[in-house]
């Protein structure tokens, strides 16, 4: 799969392979009028999947938590409960890295020659894309994102990073280093034992693939705790690992709350190496849980508050489109949206027409109705707060030129909300909203928005659209982002390195720089009596 900008959700039409599969469930009814913001919030459309894991996966069986406890998952286009999951805690860690231990220092899984690992991660890719339609429509009934998103964007890059590092499992490999003396010196890539890894809830087999993947592939055995709003797609996929041949222990699933099973994980003293994505809060506790256990290596994908710069030269056109979707796509829940919005002066008054004209025009609805943009929030807290952003918004001053409420009575669904005449010191400005809410900004000069780009503690991504290569590279190199993107917004690739500076986090994600979060180096060093040459 090519490298693809998230964003650009694929054009669906009844041909399409997702949309004829999924005739056979949908009725899709009458046309959506995309010149409006919403769709009638009619009765839920009953997705084509059935539940049949709720169970924790431990040890290469389907079990129930310890304690008998189960929790609900709720639709969020309704706040109604889909399922009830078991609610792993410290027990069930405990048993689960008993089992990846096991399975490390005993188990066929890091003894197997890395051909015969990269086999079983491509059939398990291979049987992704076999039940990609019931895959996407879970994903989308957990979460609440557009299905053409999950379908046609998200699961054809999930089974591409999987595919990706079982490629690379046989290419990882030390060095020999020359030394000043008649000795032979060569460094190993070992992995680094039991990974724990902690998914969020906006992108949950996205960010699965982007852990399990290069973990696996390194030679690594995983517990992995899913987000207590979405555990049921990462037990439908790994029930697939395990009929691709993926050896008992190797990879086991727990799902329960942040405090007592994450909690847990990140606190266990057997866990070599734990790699959360989530927020910058919750990012602080899992360090320091880590630090005080066994001084674990860690990894962290934390919150942004994304910058977008718009220059006088810029393609207007371009820019709004591409700064509409950097904020609202996935309903805004994404940690390196856009949510920054810096125009230049000469540009800002097209720019906020054009912005409130593309937000007026965004599909909001059911998320499994062809052509809907834009589902619900996650659940009623995430829909609250952005509510009482949305507020603040208001009562700081900003002018409110579109959305701001909610649609419907059921559900989690918000207006696209378009503010303009934000200023640095205001809250919609500072923190993250994680919601479908667009801050415009209004900037003179490049060295002033430069520094307020960076006048923030997050540095996940940015992007900046003009037409001059020497602006290009000047706000490339002056931004303290871990992706800078250039006349584009969104754009993903299985090989293009993900993470960011201050805290947004440490380490990176995909590509070749993800493998080196779960291996460690060993230097051998041998004499030589003799050497014909050093």
């Not at 409960?81 to 899984?109: S, Y």
């Not at 994903?139 to 053409?148: A, H, M």
């Not at 829909?383 to 559900?411: C, D, H, M, Q, V």
Request: glycine share 8%; aromatic share 10%.
């Amino acid at each position: 799969m090519a490298t693809q900008r998230l964003s650009s959700l694929l054009s669906v039409s009844s041909s399409s392979s997702s949309l004829r599969s999924l005739g056979r469930y949908f009725s899709w009814g009458r046309a959506i009028n995309r010149f409006s913001t919403s769709v009638a919030i009619e009765e839920p459309i009953i997705p084509p999947v059935q539940i049949d894991n709720t169970q924790l996966l431990i040890n290469g069986q389907f079990v129930d938590a310890a304690s008998g406890k189960t929790f609900p998952t709720l639709d969020p286009r309704t706040g109604e409960v889909i399922a009830r999951v078991a609610e792993g805690d410290t027990e069930d860690v405990n048993r689960a890295v008993l089992a990846a231990r096991k399975a490390f220092d005993e188990g066929p899984w890091p003894k197997m020659t890395p051909y015969e690992r990269s086999c079983i991660m491509y059939r398990f890719a291979d049987l992704l894309e076999k039940h990609s339609d019931e895959v996407a429509a879970l994903e989308t009934w957990d979460n609440g994102k557009p299905y053409e998103q999950a379908a046609n964007v998200e699961l054809p890059m999930v089974i591409r990073v999987f595919r990706y590092y079982a490629g690379w499992a046989d290419k990882i490999h030390g060095l020999t280093v020359p030394a000043d003396g008649p000795y032979h010196v060569q460094t190993l890539h070992e992995p680094i034992g039991v990974a724990g890894q902690i998914v969020p809830w906006n992108f949950p087999l996205l960010l699965y693939s982007w852990k399990v993947g290069p973990a696996l592939a390194c030679g690594n055995t995983i517990v992995l705790k899913t987000a207590e709003q979405t555990p049921l797609s990462a037990l439908y996929v790994s029930k697939l690992f395990l009929e691709a041949g993926l050896p008992p222990g190797v990879l086991n699933v727990i799902s329960g709350y942040g405090p007592t099973a994450g909690a847990a994980l990140c606190s266990h003293m057997d866990v070599d190496k734990i790699s959360f994505t989530g927020s910058t809060n919750t990012g602080k506790i899992v360090l320091g849980l880590a630090s005080k256990s066994n001084l674990k290596k860690v990894t962290l994908e934390l919150g942004g508050k994304s910058p977008i710069i718009v220059c006088e030269d810029a393609n207007i056109d371009l820019a709004v489109e591409h700064a509409h979707s950097a904020v609202f796509f996935n309903q805004g829940q994404c940690c390196c949206a856009g949510s920054r919005t810096f125009v230049h002066e000469s540009v800002y008054d097209e720019f906020i027409e054009k912005a409130k004209a593309r937000a007026f025009k965004r599909v909001v609805g059911d998320p499994f109705k062809q052509g809907v943009e834009q589902g619900p929030q996650i659940d009623g807290e995430q829909f609250k707060k952005i509510l009482n952003s949305i507020r603040s918004g208001i009562e700081s001053g900003a002018t409110l030129e579109y959305g701001g409420e909610r649609i419907g009575s059921k559900g989690y669904y918000i207006q696209p909300t378009v503010f303009s005449n934000v200023e640095d010191n205001m809250s919609i400005a500072k923190d993250e909203i994680f919601g479908p809410v667009q801050s415009i900004l209004k900037f003179k000069t490049l060295d002033e928005v430069i520094r307020r780009a960076n006048t923030t503690h997050f540095g996940l991504a940015a992007g900046v659209f003009t037409k001059n290569i020497d602006t290009a590279n000047t706000l490339t190199r002056a931004l303290r982002v871990g992706t800078v993107w250039i006349n584009c917004y969104l754009v993903f690739d299985a090989a293009i390195p993900f993470g960011g500076y201050k805290m947004s986090g440490n380490g990176r994600e995909k590509g070749m720089y993800g493998l080196s979060n779960y291996l460690q180096v060993k230097a051998v060093v041998t004499p030589l009596k003799n050497p014909a040459w050093l």
